[in-house]
């Protein structure tokens, strides 16, 4: 079984970019599809960007569309969310989630089986 953990969060001018890391543990990721995702107080988690277990598709939601990029270290385990050109609407609380799937992957929460604490995203100036 697969554990995670999202770090990397943090206060960020509007404009600005960050990168968030999710470590994982117990289990290689291959197999793996791993999606981020983000709650903002007050409002649904949404999906922000997912890679497929076979890195074969990737998915972003339009509200990031053209400013996210997400990609798998499997030497150290790990998957970045790097975002770019940041805006106060990116604040939120991001987590990380893995599920064993084959095919591409969803920005859905629900199919997840395996989640990360968060980390917390402010835009703010």
């Known amino acids: 079984e697969v554990q995670l953990q999202a770090s990397g969060g943090g206060l960020v001018q509007p404009g600005g970019s960050l990168r968030l890391a999710c470590a994982a543990s117990?289990?290689?990721?291959?197999?793996?599809?791993i999606g981020w995702f983000r709650q903002a107080p007050g409002k649904a988690r949404e999906g922000v960007s997912c890679?497929?277990?076979?890195?074969?598709?990737?998915y972003h939601a339009d509200s990031v569309q053209g400013r996210a990029t997400i990609s798998i270290d499997k030497g150290r385990n790990m998957v970045f969310l790097e975002i770019r050109d940041l805006k106060p609407e990116d604040t939120a609380v991001y987590s990380c989630?893995?599920?064993?799937?084959?095919?591409?992957?969803?920005?859905?929460?629900?199919?997840?089986?395996?989640w990360g604490q968060g980390t917390l995203v402010t835009v703010s100036a």
């Open positions: 989630a893995a599920q064993l799937r084959v095919g591409p992957c969803t920005l859905a929460p629900r199919p997840y089986d395996y």
């Open positions: 117990g289990s290689p990721l291959e197999g793996y599809a």
């Open positions: 890679i497929s277990s076979r890195r074969e598709y990737t």
